[in-house]
């Protein structure tokens, strides 16, 4: 059984996870191990995420990802990682990714082959 199907029927049906992620961020603000069981999730599905987005060759959504994803995580890591700031900045990244995650759930259904154009007749 594979788990990792990398179409958009099945990306779909993980996108409608979305809710009980978004409740369990909210409950790492009061229980701090609760981020890292969603830290998890969020790593189990990146896999699916960037190979379908690779497949239906979505290139802007994968640079969206990287550019508010990883990015800030990067920097929280880089230049926050020693300081206080740290605790509450680390779950930025978890906010953006479900914010993403929400995004892509309202959009994924309008992803249809593109309408091929009838190209215009220059001869005149």
């Known amino acids: 059984m594979n788990i990792y199907q990398f179409n958009t029927p099945t990306l779909r049906k993980w996108l409608n996870y979305d809710l009980s992620a978004t409740v369990l961020f909210f409950i790492s603000f009061l229980f701090i191990a609760s981020l890292y069981v969603l830290a998890?999730?969020?790593?189990?599905?990146?896999?699916?995420?960037?190979?379908?987005?690779i497949k239906e060759e979505r290139y802007g959504w994968l640079v969206s990802l990287c550019i508010f994803i990883f990015m800030p995580a990067i920097v929280i890591y880089i230049y926050f990682r020693s300081t206080t700031w740290y605790f509450i900045l680390q779950f930025v990244p978890a906010a953006f990714f479900l914010f993403y995650c929400y995004l892509l759930k309202h959009t994924i259904d309008r992803w249809k082959d593109p309408i091929v154009e009838p190209e215009p007749d220059l001869n005149l």
Not at 40 to 53: A, D, S
């Open 40 to 53: 998890g999730f969020i790593i189990l599905f990146l896999p699916l995420l960037i190979g379908t987005l």
